[in-house]
């Protein structure tokens, strides 16, 4: 054979020889391109059907009307949903009862759960093991060890600063996070937010968490009945305990101690370079976490109408970009309110129908068992022409039931726009 000939063949054998190699020990590098960018996981086939069945399908479900507006574009979350906060009327949704990572927007739960228990100038001085266990890289407010603070401040810590420091230490006052934990899942139970599981009181990242855009909402809505949960929830900055100064002495002689201000993270509330306070926003509370994203869930008020907006999971990364999507969804809410046909409702809680009977007493909205709350009659007592405001609606298996009147609905009187016009602007 020409000797140029044998010089052809023998490279033509080497290169196949190197491409069976790779062919055999890396197969994946012959595959097709991995694309840049992983595809946003689906929700599941089946979901819960509770507040309606609708609900319980994937994808985007809006019934419009005459002259109602179309849906905002460029939504990316996961799941989210629009409600009527006083009928509970679901406007829109969007995969609501996809079970997701809840962020700290569990801390709403744990709120409603254990808020109720003390009274806010009750006054604890932290222990070391009040603070044990809490997850690397926590949000703190800054609670020191062998310093006392009020109920008060430590639902500021809560709220504002979603301190997991302060959830720990009202959890230790609780009975322990176990205890804690446990209580919530029988609240998440009471309310009928069947998609929800705590592992952890403060929403931290952890195996088996799992809540949804409908039972955020639900937990949102169960916590604005009470007046203390108002309050934390729509105050925009306050001054918070810090460290005892050594060697100083305040005006009565005893130790002076040191204070600083907290901010409120929630940016429709506080305003940021790129996000400008929402116009009626009173609360609620917003997440994050490298497991969950982005969550919030959102309270606001306009032209006498109250909406809750809760979303979950933005997959577009532009900052602050879930307070944008809640935004556009709340603009659309307000348009579209009596201009759609509701999707599903909030079902009450189980108890609900039972404070509804003859000759029960209303619960207290003031924490730690006091009475008080707002003065305005509950929206069952409003005005003729409310519009049917006063009826709580569920929604199960497509079936419309009426619950009995002022069962579980928030005051018609909201103190909302006050809030929003007392509280100090950034």
Not at 137 to 151: A, D, R
Not at 163 to 173: E, I, K, P, Q, T
Not at 188 to 195: K, S, T, Y
Request: net charge positive; hydrophobic share 40%.
């Amino acid at each position: 054979m020409p000797a140029h000939l044998k010089i052809a063949r023998r490279s033509l054998l080497i290169a196949s020889a190197t491409l069976l190699s790779l062919s055999t020990a890396a197969p994946a590098a012959l595959a097709a391109p991995r694309p840049t960018k992983s595809p946003s996981v689906a929700p599941p086939a089946h979901m819960s059907a509770v507040g309606g069945a609708r609900l319980g399908l994937a994808g985007t479900q809006v019934e419009l009307g005459s002259g109602a507006p179309v849906l905002p574009k460029d939504l990316t979350a996961r799941s989210w949903i629009v409600a009527d906060a006083e009928s509970g009327q679901v406007l829109a949704a969007h995969n609501a009862h996809w079970r997701l990572p809840p962020a700290s927007t569990m801390k709403m739960l744990f709120a409603d759960t254990v808020l109720p228990k003390f009274p806010k100038s009750q006054q604890h001085r932290v222990a070391v093991t009040d603070l044990a266990g809490m997850g690397a890289g926590s949000s703190l407010v800054g609670i020191k060890e062998n310093e006392t603070y009020s109920v008060h401040d430590l639902w500021l810590g809560v709220f504002l600063r979603s301190g997991n420091d302060a959830v720990h230490v009202l959890s230790a006052m609780n009975g322990g996070v176990e205890r804690t934990v446990q209580d919530m899942n029988a609240h998440a139970q009471d309310l009928q937010a069947l998609d929800t599981h705590v592992v952890t009181p403060d929403g931290y990242d952890a195996d088996g968490q799992v809540s949804s855009a409908y039972d955020l909402t639900l937990f949102a809505r169960s916590g604005l009945q009470k007046k203390d949960f108002r309050e934390y929830c729509s105050t925009v900055r306050a001054s918070f305990p810090g460290a005892t100064a050594k060697g100083k002495k305040g005006s009565k002689g005893k130790p002076a101690r040191e204070s600083f201000e907290i901010q409120n993270t929630n940016r429709l509330l506080s305003g940021d370079y790129d996000t400008p306070v929402y116009q009626g926003i009173a609360g609620v509370k917003n997440g994050n976490t490298t497991h969950a994203g982005a969550t919030f869930t959102g309270v606001a008020e306009r032209g006498g109408k109250v909406l809750l907006v809760t979303v979950m999971h933005p997959e577009k990364q532009e900052h602050n970009e879930v307070y944008k999507e809640t935004a556009r969804l709340f603009d659309w809410g307000f348009q579209a309110a009596g201009k759609v046909t509701p999707v599903g409702a909030l079902v009450p809680p189980r108890g609900a129908a039972a404070s509804a009977q003859p000759g029960a007493t209303p619960a207290s909205g003031q924490a730690g068992g006091a009475g008080g709350g707002s003065s305005a009659a509950p929206v069952a007592s409003a005005a003729a022409g409310s519009g049917g405001a006063g009826t709580a609606l569920a929604i199960a298996g497509g079936v419309l039931v009426l619950l009995a009147a002022g069962a579980f609905l928030v005051n018609r009187r909201w103190p909302l726009p006050d809030l929003v016009r007392r509280r100090t602007r950034p």
